[in-house]
């Protein structure tokens, strides 16, 4: 999610706009960069990786400047590259420009500059061409050029335009993606979100859909997309600087929970069409898929719980044994690979040591890879030959959870494309499944709507020092996810077990008052279930249960019952995992623990 800021005023805007980009690491990003008006040129510097690469890369330049601009890119056209970075240029560099959306007939535009008007673009951005088309109808008027410029330009946009040659001016225009406008004492402001200007202003001009804005140090005047002049009153923001980031939610983590509605409807939406699958970056054919023996799925933490539920999807739907495997293990215990094999790799940040050299090691033996990702350009998304993006926008918080459901998403859609392949499915029984899907975002709101009881239970438990997880086939794969969330969050001991083998050993450490999570959510299992919960209740375990909404009732035998609403049993791991979050989530809370960033853990691990 690209992020963009704008300076124009009496002030150094170099450390502004850096300082505002800082604001907007929240995002997610993978690199950055500034432009700047200075010495009547146009000084452009940016930097693939962290916002300090660019901080480093000025640090002794002394810049100094009264307007300038800001972005912080998260890759869509082009690798994260210090020159796919923004701000974008025309060939002379009279003109800077930076830009959050995507410019959908991008190809268009970039075929009618290299033709007509023999422009060579520098980059892969689809920002590029922007800069190119500006300078193209540029006669003197910035704003007229960007308003001829926008006009040819389809998709969405927040952007910033700065200009050699009326250097007291910053234009901004706005459609679909977002902008604002902070207004100061000799000094205005533009961003795409009030965190990065609020240490500065807290009087902020929202912009409208196709509306444009010419911004001096002492003016605003924002335009209809016919030129009209608008009025608007400005407001003030009476929040602070953290909650804004993190949109009034205490933490990134609760946060990400909370949008998982969204994100598992985006991950949806972007791959199908009229209710049909339709894989923009997976264009595997069928004689592909038949010519596979073997297929492997390997990822680690949470990706790996994500695989470890995939490869019921692959065997229900499409038939297929798959074989799951943590990449840490399947690297160095010899695997069977050959151009008869495909290794599915699941990743959120696409950077996993394990999961990348399981990868290389995998190509090196001929097989075909096809890698489950989050991050757009990620070196893991550069080595594979088929993509599914998981599209749930950042993950800030360590502990992966709204990825986690995206990815399970992924392995639905996956299994159901192969299944159609195979013939194993028909197009009736696969719409079954999708409208189904298409039902889980609005089940997902109706449990995070419904805390009260989960935050009871964590009250309740918060101080225990081991709590278990327990559930059969794929109820036993999430209670891994569970207690996986649980353990890097809350730092509570805990394991999670196959509810059959309890009997074979584990069942010595329950007595009185050990706090079970049991799982009971699949019909043909749940016989089984009841017994197991019978054997640690007669121990004296505290038992609560997850279960549908359409279970048998089992009030009697549990302490307590968590209801997940009705699904295939298939889908149940999109549902009964969100319960689970939230309770690792309050228990850390309770606990006064760093929820977002757990002790001795990273967000992206990038060593063995
Ligand atoms: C757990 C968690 C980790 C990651 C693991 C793999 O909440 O976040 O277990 O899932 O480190 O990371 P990615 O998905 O980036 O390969």
């Given at each position: 999610m690209c992020g963009i800021v704008g300076y124009i005023g009496k002030k150094n805007a170099v450390p502004i706009l850096i300082d505002g980009l800082k604001k907007l690491e929240y995002r997610g990003y993978d690199s950055s960069g500034i432009a700047i008006y200075s010495n009547n040129h146009i000084i452009i510097e940016k930097s693939k990786g962290r916002l300090t690469n660019l901080e480093e890369k000025i640090e002794n330049k002394n810049f100094n400047s009264h307007l300038g601009i800001g972005h912080t890119r998260w890759a869509?056209?082009?690798?994260?590259s210090d020159l796919n970075a923004h701000p974008h240029t025309n060939t002379e560099e009279t003109i800077a420009v930076i830009h959050n959306g995507i410019i959908e007939n991008y190809l268009e535009l970039k075929n009618f500059l290299e033709s007509e008007c023999n422009i060579k673009l520098k980059s892969e951005t689809d920002t590029e061409v922007i800069a190119h088309l500006i300078d193209y109808y540029f006669e003197g008027n910035l704003l007229d050029a960007v308003y001829k410029a926008v006009h040819r330009m389809e998709g969405a946009y927040a952007i910033g335009v700065i200009c050699k040659n009326e250097p007291d001016k910053l234009i901004a225009v706005r459609k679909d993606s977002p902008l604002i406008i902070g207004i100061g004492e000799n000094e205005n402001f533009i961003a795409s979100d009030i965190p990065a200007i609020l240490k500065h202003t807290k009087n902020i001009l929202l912009v409208e859909n196709n509306e444009f804005v010419e911004i001096t140090k002492d003016t605003i005047q924002i335009y209809d997309n016919l030129k009209r002049t608008v009025d608007r009153k400005p407001f003030e923001v009476t929040w602070d600087i953290e909650s804004a980031e993190k949109e009034g939610y205490e933490h990134f983590t609760l946060k990400e929970i909370h949008e998982q509605p969204r994100a598992v409807l985006n991950t949806l939406n972007h791959n199908l069409k009229n209710g049909k699958i339709n894989f923009e970056n997976l264009k595997i054919t069928k004689e592909e898929l038949q010519a596979f023996d073997k297929i492997y799925i390997i990822g680690c933490g949470t990706a790996y719980n994500a695989g470890l539920i995939g490869k019921y999807a692959l065997k229900k739907f499409a038939g297929i044994n798959a074989i799951c495997d943590i990449a840490s293990e399947f690297r160095y215990n010899d695997p069977l690979i050959d151009e008869k094999t495909l290794v599915i790799c699941i990743s959120q940040s696409g950077e996993t040591l394990d999961t990348l050299q399981s990868l290389r090691l995998a190509k090196e033996k001929g097989a075909k890879i096809l890698s489950i990702v989050n991050i757009v350009g990620s070196s893991l998304t550069r080595e594979s030959d088929y993509i599914f993006y998981?599209?749930?926008?950042?993950?800030?918080?360590?502990?992966?959870t709204k990825i986690f459901t995206c990815q399970l998403l992924g392995f639905y859609l996956i299994s159901l494309h192969f299944a159609k392949l195979l013939n194993k499915m028909n197009d009736d029984e696969i719409s079954t499944y999708i409208n189904e899907l298409t039902t889980i975002p609005n089940k997902i709101e109706s449990i995070l709507n419904n805390q009260d009881q989960i935050k009871k239970i964590s009250s309740m438990q918060f101080n225990n020092e081991s709590i278990f997880y327990m559930g059969r086939n794929i109820d036993m794969e999430i209670a891994y996810e569970s207690s996986l969330k649980l353990k890097e969050i809350s730092y509570i001991n805990s394991f999670a077990i196959?509810?059959?083998?309890?009997?074979?050993?584990?069942?010595?450490?329950?007595?009185?008052?050990t706090f079970v999570i049991s799982f009971a959510t699949q019909e043909n299992l749940f016989d089984k279930m009841v017994s197991n919960i019978k054997e640690i209740k007669a121990r004296g375990a505290h038992v609560l249960t997850v279960v549908k909404e359409?279970?048998?009732?089992i009030e009697n035998l549990c302490d307590e019952i968590l209801k997940i609403p009705n699904t295939f049993d298939i889908f149940t791991p999109l549902l009964s995992i969100i319960p689970m979050q939230l309770l690792a989530y309050y228990i850390s809370v309770m606990r006064g623990n760093d929820v977002d960033k757990p002790r001795n853990l990273a967000k992206s691990v990038t060593v063995e």
């Open positions: 869509t056209h082009g690798e994260p998981t599209l749930g926008g950042p993950e800030i918080g360590v502990a992966s196959g509810a059959g083998e309890l009997k074979h050993g584990t069942i010595a450490l329950v007595k009185e008052n359409s279970s048998k009732n």
